[in-house]
């Protein structure tokens, strides 16, 4: 069974929309820890937040926001005012403390943001 | 502030050959891992490591080896490459300390190996 799930394979937005990538998360431990990173054209991998499972606050940071909600075993990332730079494709992680740091990757979501 | 390095970027391997894939981290992180990235599949784990001399099995390790003889070192070996193995490999590190389980993954800038 998939740990990460993200749905949404492809997403078009024009520039300046508001987007929101999903993320379900699967996973019996109390404790774990939920990850987005970003990889754009060029390739590499970029980290953009961390967050336990102990911690239910939303960030934003700019124009990044993240949503967790336990209810729903959800960690949905928002980018507000899109920019074509926000162009990637989207991560989403777990990792559970049991399992001594092995992360579970979502399959992605491309964005594309057109100009 | 090398961070995570992997060596080569790029390499087309023929049926049956051998390569070993190299990475670096100069963080003294305890935690090692590469990942496979395929169209549609996201990052898959091979291998990993939890410290110097170990190494385990992640989701897809059939055809590879690991060592990890060095705390900064981290090997992965195509014994005999198969086309299935094109892909692009992406070593990362990670650390650990008190209170923390896990810290974010530091990737490396991956390496692109072609089988034919």
């Known amino acids: 069974a998939q740990k990460v799930t993200q749905a949404q394979t492809e997403i078009s937005v024009v520039e300046k929309e508001d987007v929101t990538l999903d993320c379900v998360y699967e996973t019996r431990d109390t404790t774990y820890y939920l990850f987005w990173y970003k990889q754009p054209p060029s390739g590499e991998l970029v980290f953009l937040i961390r967050?336990?499972?102990?911690?239910?606050q939303n960030e934003i940071s700019g124009r990044y926001s993240w949503n967790f909600q336990k209810s729903t075993s959800s960690f949905n990332f928002t980018i507000t005012a899109s920019q074509v730079v926000d162009s990637a494709v989207y991560f989403c992680a777990l990792s559970e403390g049991r399992t001594g740091n092995q992360f579970y990757f979502g399959t992605g979501t491309s964005l594309t943001v057109i100009p | 502030n090398a961070g995570v390095t992997q060596t080569p970027k790029f390499r087309v391997l023929k049926t049956g050959q051998s390569m070993t894939l190299l990475c670096a981290q100069d963080m003294n992180h305890e935690y090692m891992y590469w990942y496979r990235q395929d169209p549609g599949m996201g990052l898959r784990l091979i291998h990993y490591s939890v410290g110097e001399g170990t190494t385990a099995k992640g989701e897809v390790p059939d055809g590879y080896n690991v060592s990890r003889l060095k705390k900064q070192n981290f090997l992965l070996g195509l014994e005999s490459a198969a086309p299935s193995q094109t892909s692009v490999y992406f070593c990362a590190s990670s650390y650990s300390g008190r209170g923390v389980v896990a810290g974010e993954l530091f990737f490396g800038e991956g390496s692109r190996l072609t089988v034919l």
């Open positions: 967050r336990n499972s102990f911690d239910e």
